[in-house]
């Protein structure tokens, strides 16, 4: 853990795919996290893919946070679909939301598509561990991800109590 020192900040990239978890289709999403995070400076330490199943992707959420990630990224099962579970599970891992990070996503994908509204993305903390859903899409992913992307080498100095004062100085 941790950017004050030379260690990268370590990462999980989890995949919510029926079809992907069956190996029926290929896991773009994921690739595209994956590097984006990557290039941001993360370690990208743990790459998983499930099928939309509450209780198994519950499961595996407390599994990574618990094992001290600290960033989970998840992508798909965000959207309206009766098999998108993917916040139902997070709400059920997190200690406290952050719901400024998907405020902040939902907002400028509707700059994009009017499809944007239909997303149930949550983002929260569990522990120091800090998990991000992101849609399915490779594109939805990516334009989300970018979003957030600047405040979360802060966010996770901030959770894992590296930094204990975050208002910057005022000028006189």
């Known amino acids: 853990m941790s950017s004050g020192d030379d260690t990268a900040f370590r990462a999980a990239v989890v995949t919510v795919s029926d079809k992907g978890a069956a190996g029926e289709r290929e896991d773009r999403s994921g690739a595209v996290v994956r ?6 400076g993360l370690e990208v330490a743990r790459v998983e893919i499930v099928p939309d199943d509450t ?6 959420l ?3 946070c618990d094992a001290g990630m600290d960033l989970l990224v998840t992508t798909g ?6 098999r998108d579970v993917t916040p139902e599970a997070t709400l ?8 400024g990070l998907a405020e902040a996503m939902r907002a ?7 499809h944007a509204m239909l997303s149930r993305a949550v983002c929260g903390l569990r522990g120091s561990t800090l998990i991000i859903n ?7 992913a990516r334009e989300c991800l970018s979003v957030v992307l600047p405040a979360v080498p802060h966010a996770l100095e901030v959770a894992a109590g590296a930094v204990s004062e975050c208002a910057s100085p005022s000028p006189d």
């Open 92 to 99: 059920r891992v997190i200690d406290r939301e952050v719901p």
């Open 62 to 64: 407390r599994d990574v």
């Open 77 to 82: 099962g965000t959207g309206v679909s009766p």
């Open 108 to 114: 400028e994908s509707l700059k994009v598509t009017p």
């Open 134 to 140: 992101l849609p399915g899409s490779p594109k939805g």
């Open 35 to 40: 590097e984006m995070l990557e290039e941001a």
């Open 55 to 60: 209780a198994r992707l519950e499961a595996l």
